[in-house]
């Protein structure tokens, strides 16, 4: 028997890059999607992408073959495909094409390891937070880190979001710490140590569920592949 190899077009056109998923069904309520020139407005058509020809406004789409770049992201890069104040994006650094897109965000002032990849499956996975992929950062502060630090940061800091705990703490110096979270909010480290009084300098994440920084060099890239992640 032939294996089913159909998805939902929304998934379809996330995985082509296209647009997200929430974005892909707008297209399809909106009429702009078509399957063999039919045109298709159900949420819950599917596709198979070897056989079917699916055009977006009329232009067809096929899928780049999947590929995955880890990036040891430098300071004053931002993690945006495109951006109106003329800053230096991370897709700077890696090749045009296929295009890819960063999976999830390191600020303008923080550096080290970035994902960036096609796979829009992958990239729903790592970032949507029911998943709860945990990611390893190292922080140097400007002050002299109090020995509650630990406590403190396990027990959790109240921010705008909620309580934000850090999974895991360990001293690597006298200001200089190494923090494992799952949340994933915007600054969230920064924010967790402003709290507690204490100026982040540098903040340089070194891993994102298995796959680690190692010995990447700065502003470089290298291609892997999907099992490493």
């Known amino acids: 028997m032939k294996k089913e190899n159909k998805i939902r077009i929304a998934k379809f056109l996330a995985d082509a ?6 974005k892909a069904e707008e297209l399809i309520i909106q009429g702009k999607i078509s399957i063999d020139n039919e045109i298709i407005t159900n949420l819950a058509t599917k596709v198979d992408e ?4 699916i055009r977006v406004n009329n232009k067809l789409i096929k899928p780049d073959k999947k590929i995955y770049y880890l990036l040891n992201k430098p300071l004053d890069y931002i993690c945006s495909v495109k951006d109106p104040h003329n800053y230096q994006t991370v897709l700077q650094l890696v090749p045009d094409n296929p295009r890819v897109v960063p999976v999830g965000r390191l600020d303008k002032n923080s550096q080290g390891l970035l994902l960036l990849t096609n796979d829009g499956d992958l990239t729903y996975r790592l970032t949507h937070p029911k998943f709860e992929v945990k990611k390893t950062y190292l922080v140097k502060t400007k002050q002299v880190l109090d020995k509650n630090i630990i406590r403190l940061l396990k027990q959790g800091v ?26 994933g909010w915007k600054r969230q480290i920064r924010r967790m140590m402003q709290e507690l009084g204490y100026h982040v300098e ?3 994440r070194i891993q994102e569920g298995k796959l680690k920084l190692g010995d990447l060099p700065v502003g470089k890239y290298k291609k892997i592949s999907k099992k490493d992640i």
């Open 17 to 22: 890059g296209v647009a997200s998923r929430r």
């Open 50 to 53: 070897d056989t079917d020809n």
């Open 158 to 183: 109240n921010l705008e979001e909620g309580k934000a705990n850090a999974d895991q703490v360990k001293l690597v110096s006298r200001n200089k710490l190494e923090i494992v979270i799952h949340q």
């Open 202 to 204: 540098e903040l340089t």
